[in-house]
């Protein structure tokens, strides 16, 4: 962007340069000063309840959240004179304090309100998390006479109240039924990632917004680690929406101010970058505060280290490292290409389009698995193989991994996960498998090829299409998928193989574990039950029959069955 142009409202294109400098990684924010100086000096008269000597935030705080505190309750448009910070993601690693914080946040908010009789919420995921908040809060209260006098705390309801207007703060357990009545005035989200992770977040979080278009104006402030699984739902929504608006992508006039403390994604992905404990400092704005360097240094070296799947959970919470394609050592290599290969162009109807030949690999396990299909296409003149999937469930899935309902659901959004009935889903992928034999890119042998175990009602649906006999495979699993395995990882490398770039793909593939059985390599699930690959073994099933270098061309069975029109 050139310097000349005017960046639009809330960018901060600089931010890895200001965290290297120490600074705080959001655009600069105008203040109506008489309310910022107000909430400063009510906020760091608060004391710390849980630390020796009780400190006042005065000197216990990091200048840091004092930024975010003011930028929230005191941003002013200098011409209208209207608030221009209506929502707040701040995105920062773990043992920041950010629970204490927020909770004076929320005091101080409650302090400044003078709308009579108005609610207030801080929401947090679990009750371990909402009680500690609370204390916190009101632990600060009857620290001090004066503010005893202010609010009145009622232990058994979780509820402060401000005596003279009545409107009160209430910590509250996240739950679909959490807002009722009244639309809040104000409302503090605390690891709003683990939303992600919660059927119907997203229709609550629309709820709780209703009281930003009032007269009365509702805010939000959104607080949390990095998620330690891939983002997903309502915290996948919200992370692109702030990182959009960090770059200058979220429109002229957001209403979102993002203040996200990572490393930039080149060096997420560059383990040795991550790992090198100089670097650390740079995402900790608490730092010789709340958090000793030495015993972060010490609990990364005796608990972060200790297994690839640990040290996955510990960067994302002490680093902000997002999980996702290509982190850990055991993941397989293909995933480190796996977004540099992605055509979102690449439907079925183009990979039809653009194919001399194609294959049908499929895979599915219970009720609580995904049925995967996957077709590969040989692109005409270039050969090069172009790879589309989708997948199934059982609605019953929603309810066994209720950890995963919520990315479930975008991938249906997304339009690469149905839901179905076992019947239906086996019909459907028989009918993507006439689709293609229809366009005459199946060959007559080997063109369909799957896991022989728990798969005859597949067979039968196949039947039905007059598809069956020498053009159905079964085909080992394990380690005999290694071909498979090995060719696409030589295949995304090399450029000569494209994906349709779905989410759904995206998670399957780094979900993926390597590990060495015999001479082969064999895919496994990188967590049981919430970690899902069927789509990616329905992938390897396919790459399996066209590494075979098949043909459609003078297909006889074709003639014989009258498929072929020309």
Known sequence: MPATEVLPRFACPDWWDRLQRGQMPMAEVPLNADRAAKALAFFNRLRLPDVPGNPPLAEACGEW??????????????ETKQRLVVELLCMVPKKNSKTTYVAALGLTALFMEEAPNRQMLIVAPSQNISERCFDQAQGMIRLDATLDAIFKVQDHLKC???????TRLDVKTFDTSIVTGEIPVLTIIDELHELGK??????VMQQIRGGGITKQGGQVLMITTQSDEPPAGI????LQKARAIRDGRGGSAPILLPVLYEFPASFQKDQAFWRDQRNWHILLPNINRSIDPQRLVADYENNGRATPEAEQIWASQHLNIEIGVGLGDDGWRGADFWDLRADETLTLEELIARSEVAVVGADGGGLDDLFGACVIGREKVTRRWLVWCHAFAHPKV???RKEIASRLRDFEAEGSLTFCEVSEYVARIAEIAAKVRDAGLLPDKNAVGFDPNNIAAFVDALALRQIDGAMLHRLRQGPALSPA????EHKLSDDTLSHDGSALMAWSVGNVKIEVKGNGNMATKQAAGRAKIDPVIAML???????WNPEAYGNSVYRERGFLVA
């Open 398 to 400: 929603l309810e066994v």
């Open 198 to 203: 919660k059927a119907k977040a997203a229709a």
């Open 541 to 547: 099933c396919a790459a399996i029959l066209m590494s």
């Open 485 to 488: 395995l090995w060719g696409l």
């Open 235 to 238: 915290w996948k929504t919200e």
């Open 65 to 78: 959240f004092r930024d975010i505190l003011v930028a929230f309750l005191a941003s002013e448009d200098p």
């Open 160 to 166: 402060i109240t401000r005596r003279k207007t009545g």
